[in-house]
């Protein structure tokens, strides 16, 4: 088969790779249907991870059962599954407690932006749909593996409820999926932090009410002005960096929470400002799977379109314009069509 390969940043070549086999009873073999880029792929491709040796990438991934091992009976051969980056067996004590991204068996895909995928603990982690879904959902399900799953993390470590107002820090996908789950959860206001014309566009019709183009403590004035002075109920911190966190931080009011999905680069936090500032933090990787049958459900029956994240769809061996695009910010998500 033939799949993407990181050979050094900004160095991506789609090459041919060793067939996935059953390693483990609990394995099951995908053949994919649909991939993508990740903006975490990009921290690698920056040079701002290393990269190490070369290897394969990609983690979010929809597919047709091809194989399953002897233990694995939840799904078979021949069905549409979604997945999530992180697999989980869906019974240890962190699994049970829903947080099946922290499961004591986890992986972490990372060779899905190929043809053929092998799915540790697919029993735990898959979750096939009742019929082959029409193809235009499948863009829809590919982004509950992954931004549509971390975007309803991230609205609900923030804790958004009905009547609220949110903030959503960062216009990438995960943000703009933020912004669709604190719809869904019953926000009132929705404030975006964008200063890109496409994304404030895609950003309000997801359910945005307000924009906020300033960065920074300019941003955070802002927000005070749109809250009566205080700050926002919840803040969706959907982006990772020292910036972004502390702008999540100084949007929430006292006695909010910020729930902070972006996986953090360089950012310190300072305990005598948390402490006084009375802002509940939780964030993480989310734990997809706890959510996974409630967002292929909100997917198929047209509740919600996260499948409108992806502004640029190219075949699988044109991976690396994919990179390229989101790297310059041609596109906000690239899809890949085996
Ligand atoms: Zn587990």
Known sequence: MRGAVIHAPGD??????????????????????????????????????????????????????????????????????????????????????????????????????????????????????????????????????DVMGTGWWAADAAEVKPGSTAVVVGDGAVGLCGVIAAKERGAERIIAMSRHASRQKLAREFGATDIVTERGEEGVARI????????????????????????????????????????????????????????????GPAPVRRYLPELIDGVLSGRIEPGKVFDLTLPLEQVAEGYRAMDERRAVKALLRP
Not at 27 to 54: F, H, K, N, Q, Y
Not at 83 to 111: I, K, V
Not at 112 to 122: D, G
Not at 134 to 145: H, K, M, N, T
């Open 224 to 283: 005070k002005d749109l809250t009566g002075g205080i700050g926002a109920d919840s803040v969706l911190e959907c982006v990772g960096t020292a910036q972004a966190m502390r702008q999540a931080l100084h949007s929430a009011r006292p006695g909010g929470n910020v729930g902070f999905v972006g996986v953090p680069h360089e950012v310190a936090l300072d305990g005598q400002e948390l402490f006084f500032s009375h802002v509940g933090l939780r964030g």
């Open 12 to 145: 991506v070549r789609f090459e041919t790779l060793d067939d996935p086999k059953i390693l483990e009873p609990t394995d099951a073999i995908i053949r994919t249907a649909l991939t993508c880029v990740c903006g975490s792929d990009l921290w690698p491709w920056r040079g701002l991870e290393p990269t190490g040796e070369a290897h394969p990438m990609g983690h979010e991934y929809v597919g047709f059962v091809e194989e399953v091992g002897s233990e694995v009976t939840s799904v078979r051969p021949g069905q549409f599954v979604v997945g999530s980056f992180a697999t989980s067996d869906n019974t240890c004590a962190n699994c049970r407690n829903g947080f099946q991204s922290n499961c004591l068996h986890r992986e972490f895909m990372s060779s899905c932006q190929a043809e053929y995928v092998r799915i540790p603990h697919a029993q735990g982690t898959l979750v096939a749909t009742a019929t082959v879904p029409d193809e235009g959902y499948w863009p829809g399900l590919l982004a509950v593996s």
